[in-house]
């Protein structure tokens, strides 16, 4: 069985140049190839772990899927090494019958590297999805000391991250509604987090976890991340129907626009005393 991390040693240098071996704990990184009704899709460098949960968000990133039903198994019985042991490196999907496979346009003709969730995709069109759901809709209003306080309940949950000090996160928040909600004095709820090496598979993970539990569209909720919010963040997260997306980081110019035109509140450099809101702010409470 893959791991999520591995012990390897490891000789630490200080600047009087002395030197002192120790055993230290790496983030696990492999690559997960997906297959689709028995073709393949995709390869992409991941941390292993919750590999059903990347592969569905993965999905819905990639506009293939909109709801659980339309994914009728996963299971890992491709992935079989010379010695006829599983790998646990290949998940085959099978779809739903009316599903239809992605056209050639939408297959990766290199492998997805764990810093980039577009690499690879045919086509500038086909980087770009149109969503069935509509962010811009949705009414949640976000307190901002509540908001402000989700990067250390997001950390309270990197457990992956405390042994390895490697890996991105990703949660998932869902903002109550009513008086409470809008007088600060209610909590949001912490739905789900999760991690990896790279930052784009740690939010499909995410979304995954909401697919296979029936919670899309994802109403009501703020997506925070550990690291930068780059465009295809923002657009996994109208993807997933989330209004609102706040980052430990910057966005990119590109985020900026696309969260402005898809109707997702973007939210940068949140780290506990300050933010800055780049889009959408009007859903944010003094």
Known sequence: MTRASQRRRVHRYTADGDGSGRADTLAGEEPLEIRLDGRPFTVTMRTPGHDFDLVAGFLVSEGVVRSPAEILQMDYRSGVGPDGRRTYNVV????????????????????????????????????????????????????????????????????????????????????????????????????????????????????????????LPLRGTVLQVSGRASFELVQKAYMAGIPALAAVSAPSALAVDLADRTGVTLLGFSRGTSFNAYAHRERLLP
């Not at 009316?98 to 690499?119: I, K």
């Not at 390895?164 to 998932?172: C, D, E, F, I, P």
């Open 92 to 215: 085959e999907v099978r779809l739903a019958p009316g599903v239809a496979l992605p056209d050639t346009s939408m297959e990766r003709h290199v492998y997805t590297s764990s810093s980039c969730g577009v690499c690879g995709t045919a086509s500038i069109e086909a980087v770009t999805k149109v969503s069935t759901h509509d962010p811009a809709g949705d009414a949640v209003r976000l307190p901002v000391p509540a908001v402000l306080a989700l990067p250390d309940r997001l950390r309270t949950g990197q457990r992956l991250f405390a042994t390895t000090g490697g890996v991105h996160a990703a949660g998932l928040f869902r903002f109550p509604d009513g008086p409470a909600a809008r007088d600060g004095v209610a909590e949001p709820e912490l739905l789900c987090v999760r991690e990896d090496v790279g930052r784009h598979n740690a939010v499909d993970k995410a979304v995954g976890w909401a697919l296979r539990e029936g919670l």
